[in-house]
Every structure is written in C-alpha cells, then in structure tokens.
C-alpha cells in the first residue's frame, strides 16, 4: 500500500536542522511516528515528500522555512512581569529559567507553551515561535508501515492507538 490520503503511514526519521548537525528530533521502527496522509495532520510538503512511499523505501528531504515552521516572528517575543507567573492563582516563579518551556493559554483559555530567553529585573522575555521556526529542517528515515485507515480514524481525522478512541 502507498502512502495516499486516508492511508495511516508510520515512519523512523530524523531531524536535524543543519546537514550533518546534531539530531533535533526522531522516531525509531520500534516507536514510529504515525499520521493520518491527506488530513492536515503534518507539514504539507513534509506530506508531498511522502507521497507514494511504501513500506521499506527510504527518504531524505530538506525543508526551507517558508515550508516548514515559518520564519521567526520578532512579534511573537513578548515580555512579561516576574508577578504574571501564577498557576491556580499560586506563586510559580519557579518555572522562570532561561530555556524552560512554560504553559501559557491564550484569553479562550487554550493551551500554548513559550520558551523563556531572557531574565531582566523584573522582566521575563518568552519566546512564542515555535521552537523549529527560521530552521531549514534536515529529515531522513524510512517508512517502516502502510496501512488503510480505520473507518473512525477516517471519521475522526487522526488515528487512535491501539483501538483507544478517547479524545484529549
């Protein structure tokens, strides 16, 4: 089977965000990473590299910014007062560490996470681009599976481990 819309692909892969850098991130055979193909659910040129794959192929791909995490966004560099950092209305300024990611939810209240890159006085510079944004991303691997997708999976758009059907 190949890896088309509404097939459920898992692959081994790793990522690096120079050529021969360290390994930024990765899946291995015995726990790959699996998605739903044509659902949305990964990069869309990640997905266009996949595309037609089978069990055993191997590939290697290379994405700019623009299509993978997008470029930095100065905009999205906020400050905030050392007092902000309360969780239930208790003190957490534990969390305040350079390079600690912190939990924060937008006025909806849906969950988001920053990464702390400065510590000024008072002021806490938290960075909320996504931790790959302005990379050029390096991925290889193989696809290590193929399979039809299950009719809730195909109704749900994302697959379910293991037969759990439970939604987060």
Known sequence: MKATKDAVVALAYQLRTEPTGPVMDEATADAPFEFLFGHGNVLEKFEENLAGKIAGNQ?????????????????????????????????ASH???????????????NPFQGRITDISGEDVTIDLNHPFAGKTLYF????????EAHETELQHGHIHHGGDHSHH
């Open 95 to 109: 969390l305040i560490e350079v390079g600690n990611l912190i939990p924060l939810q937008d006025q909806f209240g």
């Open 140 to 147: 290889s691997g193989e696809v290590v599976g193929v399979r």
């Open 59 to 91: 590939f290697s791909f290379v994405l700019s910014p623009g299509d993978g995490y997008g470029e930095l966004d100065p905009e999205a560099i906020i400050k905030m007062s050392k007092a902000d950092f309360q969780f239930e209305g208790e003190d």
